[in-house]
């Protein structure tokens, strides 16, 4: 028996990675979102492979933020 995980906790992080728009995660994320659009549950591996987009998605937006916050004094001219 192979463990599943929900279409709703699929979505909820399938919406955390949408949002950060993390350049490298087109194709698994493409893969994933379709399985989930058609109701399909995750297996472990793929709520694995989700979890590390989410993983990415947070540092992306964590470098977003920084460098959002980061003066024009404060970065290095060409």
């Known amino acids: 028996m192979s463990l599943t995980i929900g279409t709703t906790e699929a979505r909820r992080l399938l919406a955390i990675v949408e949002k950060s728009q993390i350049p490298e995660s087109s194709q698994i994320f493409e893969q994933l979102k379709s ?6 549950s995750l297996t472990a591996d793929e709520h694995e492979r989700l979890l590390k987009l989410v993983k990415l998605a947070e540092d992306w937006e964590k470098g ?15």
């Open 64 to 78: 977003v933020q920084s460098s959002a916050r980061t003066d024009g004094e404060e970065t290095m001219s060409g």
């Open 35 to 40: 399985k989930i659009d058609r109701g399909e």
